[in-house]
């Protein structure tokens, strides 16, 4: 899944403009940059991303695959 979506994109460049990317980026920084607007309500309280995701983009793109227009990605209690 996750060779289609850099096909899709030509190269690793494109990737960056995928609302996979945008949304690999921000949940990483949500979760472990105290500086990002929503740290308090996610990395504040503890929430934390699995090293595999937050050490690989192609690790999380292959796991999630690409985002259902319309579907956000979403903190599991």
Known sequence: ???DIVRKN???NG???TPEYHCWWNMIARCHDPN???YA???GRGITVSDVWRNSYFA???DMGE???GLTLDRFP
């Open 1 to 3: 899944m996750a060779k």
């Open 10 to 12: 030509k190269d690793w």
């Open 15 to 17: 990737l960056g403009q």
């Open 36 to 38: 990002h607007e929503s």
């Open 41 to 43: 309500i996610y990395g």
């Open 60 to 62: 999380f793109l292959e």
């Open 67 to 69: 985002c259902p227009k």
